[in-house]
């Protein structure tokens, strides 16, 4: 079972992603893509780390920030949910690394999620709803983020939109989820 989560920055789709898996299963792997280059950025991980701590659901986790791609393959089979959090900060974390390698880096993490066996729940930001950026590197992000959410939307069992932390089943249904896919 393939579960997309989108919304906006600070829509509770972490949480949402966090509790839905934790209804399935009460341990989990968590992959984490987030980098701290600053120490806005590195109060934001403590944050998710403390809220981890103190969820319903306990922990495994492990960094991904570049190489999401070769972890799901690598937990692909695993008895326990896996959660990606978030597929936006990784796309972050490759433009600003290999840019020109982008297309190749997005394929592959396709056929790792497209050739995933277990539960997968993935975090994204919907970002296109904005205005078009002004620079070339945020114009990309927002093109790559929305071919990215798109191309995964495709493959997923389940897509939920939160806003406002409230979820909006755009593909699946909650039934789904409490079977286990």
Request: contains cysteine.
């Amino acid at each position: 079972m393939i579960h997309l989560v989108l919304g906006g920055a600070r829509s509770g789709k972490s949480r949402f992603a966090e509790n839905e898996l934790a209804r399935v299963s009460p341990r989990g792997i968590y992959l984490a893509t987030a980098t701290a280059g600053d120490d806005e950025m590195a109060a934001r991980i403590a944050r998710h780390q403390q809220d981890r701590l103190n969820a319903p659901c306990q922990w495994q986790l492990i960094e991904a920030p570049l190489d999401l791609a070769a972890h799901l393959r690598a937990l692909s089979g695993e008895a326990r949910p896996v959660l990606v959090d978030c597929l936006t900060l990784w796309l972050t974390n490759r433009l600003m690394a290999e840019p020109q390698k982008m297309a190749e880096a997005r394929q592959e993490l396709l056929n790792a999620i497209g050739d995933f066996h277990g539960q997968l729940w993935l975090v994204s930001n919907e970002v296109g709803s904005g205005i078009v950026p002004l620079g070339v590197l945020s114009r990309q992000f927002v093109d790559e983020a929305g071919w990215l959410n798109q191309a995964i939307a495709a493959l997923a069992d389940r897509v939920t939109l939160v806003v406002a932390g409230l979820p909006l089943a755009l593909k699946g249904t909650a039934a789904n989820a409490e079977m286990g896919g």
